[in-house]
């Protein structure tokens, strides 16, 4: 897929033996309102997730809880048998109602969001499976042990984590290999910024998800806005070439259910930045 714009961003190697294009996509907004039941138009969804293939993007990142499950359900639909696309998973949140989420880590109900995943997903091992939330009521070396367990029967490939700190990366590393860790961080959100930096040492991939907010950077007339018209490029494009450039284990994943929205984000990852427009988005993100 050399001719592909998503090429444009490189690629990266999840636990040193996973190749794919630094720019994939999230498929968390293929659902429906509140990423719950059914999307609007289950077609389209199939051809969001068939178009982001074709432009090259080989990593796609989902969850059981997106949906529940109509999310994974739309990728095998669409996808399956994967022909070198990575579909990445995660699991330990539990689904009540429309935009509600709530951490459920115990040992049994993870190896049931795994065995069910590879269920739905269609394979016999899932290549990377991130747990979703650390449970506050379960011990991560609790929950984690289990995931271990599932990784040595060949159920896991690679282990990840989402929303954690510097310091219970360092604990579940303790229990198992993480190749992955998947926070909220943007060009106006860097919280993270200490567990980016760690993850750039130690050779994790970060998956950065909400990758494209801009917030009062898109303003018309703004640093932002005088950039993206220097390359002809939206918003959107211009936050995740950003992302893009900051680090090589940002591995930005947006979403969108629209074939139009896919494009325009695969695009981005032509749009190259000189080191004087970095340095600008970087200090007006800040």
Request: overall charge negative; some cysteine; glycine content about 8%.
């Given at each position: 897929?050399?001719?592909?714009?998503?090429?444009?961003?490189?690629?990266?190697?999840?636990?040193?033996?996973?190749?794919?294009?630094?720019?994939?996509?999230?498929?968390?907004?293929?659902?429906?309102?509140?990423?719950?039941?059914?999307?609007?138009?289950?077609?389209?969804?199939?051809?969001?997730?068939?178009?982001?293939?074709?432009?090259?993007?080989?990593?796609?990142?989902?969850?059981?809880?997106?949906?529940?499950?109509?999310?994974?359900?739309?990728?095998?639909?669409?996808?399956?048998?994967?022909?070198?696309?990575?579909?990445?998973?995660?699991?330990?949140?539990?689904?009540?109602?429309?935009?509600?989420w709530e951490p459920l880590a115990r040992p049994e109900?993870?190896?049931?969001?795994?065995?069910?995943?590879?269920?739905?997903?269609?394979?016999?091992?899932?290549?990377?499976?991130?747990?979703?939330?650390?449970?506050?009521?379960?011990?991560?070396?609790?929950?984690?042990?289990?995931?271990?367990?599932?990784?040595?029967?060949?159920?896991?490939?690679?282990?990840?984590?989402?929303?954690?700190?510097?310091?219970?990366?360092?604990?579940?590393?303790?229990?198992?290999?993480?190749?992955?860790?998947?926070?909220?961080?943007?060009?106006?959100?860097?919280?993270?910024?200490?567990?980016?930096?760690?993850?750039e040492r130690e050779g994790i991939g970060f998956i950065?998800?909400?990758?494209?907010?801009?917030?009062?950077?898109?303003?018309?007339?703004?640093?932002?806005?005088?950039?993206?018209?220097?390359?002809?490029?939206?918003?959107?494009?211009?936050?995740?070439?950003?992302?893009?450039?900051?680090?090589?284990?940002?591995?930005?994943?947006?979403?969108?259910?629209?074939?139009?929205?896919?494009?325009?984000?695969?695009?981005?990852?032509?749009?190259?930045?000189?080191?004087?427009?970095?340095?600008?988005?970087?200090?007006?993100?800040?």
């Open positions: 897929m050399a001719s592909t714009p998503v090429a444009a961003s490189g690629t990266f190697s999840l636990g040193k033996d996973l190749e794919v294009h630094r720019l994939g996509y999230g498929a968390m907004r293929i659902t429906g309102k509140g990423i719950w039941g059914d999307p609007p138009d289950r077609e389209v969804a199939k051809q969001v997730l068939r178009r982001a293939v074709e432009l090259g993007v080989d990593f796609i990142d989902t969850a059981d809880s997106y949906g529940p499950y109509v999310s994974e359900d739309l990728i095998r639909e669409a996808l399956h048998p994967y022909d070198g696309v990575v579909v990445a998973t995660k699991g330990g949140l539990t689904r009540w109602g429309p935009d509600q109900y993870l190896r049931q969001c795994v065995h069910m995943s590879l269920r739905r997903l269609g394979v016999e091992r899932l290549d990377l499976w991130q747990l979703h939330r650390i449970d506050p009521k379960v011990p991560l070396e609790e929950s984690l042990g289990a995931v271990k367990e599932m990784q040595d029967q060949g159920l896991i490939r690679h282990i990840g984590l989402s929303e954690v700190s510097v310091e219970q990366v360092e604990r579940a590393r303790a229990v198992v290999d993480v190749v992955s860790v998947q926070n909220l961080y943007n060009l106006v959100n860097r919280k993270s910024e200490d567990v980016l930096e760690y993850c950065p998800w909400f990758p494209v907010a801009a917030g009062d950077l898109a303003k018309p007339g703004g640093i932002l806005d005088e950039i993206a018209k220097e390359h002809q490029a939206t918003h959107a494009q211009l936050a995740l070439a950003w992302l893009l450039r900051r680090s090589p284990v940002m591995l930005p994943i947006p979403g969108t259910g629209s074939v139009a929205h896919v494009e325009e984000n695969c695009a981005a990852a032509t749009v190259q930045l000189s080191d004087e427009e970095f340095a600008a988005l970087t200090a007006a993100g800040a």
